[in-house]
Structure formats: C-alpha cells, structure tokens
C-alpha cells in the first residue's frame, strides 16, 4: 500500500510541475510589457509553483520525504536565467 501512496504523490509532483510549464507558457505568450515586468510575473509563476511544491513533500518513509524542489529550481534557471 506505500507503493501505492508514493506513485500517487509521484503523479501529483508530475501534474504540478505539467501546471507549471502550462502557466509559464501562458505567462509568456500573453505577456505584452517590457521585458523587465515579463521576467518578474516569470518569477512569481515560478515561485509560488515551488511553495506549493514543498507544501506537499513525498513521504518515502518515517523521516525521509522527497520534493521536486530541484526540478523546479532547474527550470526556472534554464527558462528564466539569462
């Protein structure tokens, strides 16, 4: 039954970060202002998405949880940096 938990945290992890690419290309397509105001509304999309990802952590086993905090923080370094 553990399995079964973890692969249901797995898919969630999955559908965050789906929600993310989802609104990040919203946020880039319809953003029209300067470039400066694009890159800050970028970083709060991206932001608030790594809240709500550590709000939520996998719990592998008593003690030991996992997060995508990583994941995030690399796409919003290979979207966002410059």
Request: no cysteine; charged share 5%; proline share 2%.
């Given at each position: ?35 400066v ?9 991206f ?36």
């Amino acid at each position: 039954m553990l399995s079964l938990n973890i692969l249901g945290s797995l898919a969630q992890s999955a559908v965050l970060l789906f929600a993310l690419t989802s609104a990040y290309s919203l946020v880039s397509t319809r953003s029209k202002g300067q470039p400066v105001q694009r890159s800050v509304i970028q970083g709060i999309v991206f932001g608030l998405f790594g809240i709500v990802n550590m709000v939520s952590p996998i719990a592998v086993a008593s003690g030991i949880f996992i997060d995508a905090r990583a994941v995030i923080g690399v796409l919003s370094g290979a979207y966002g940096g410059r």
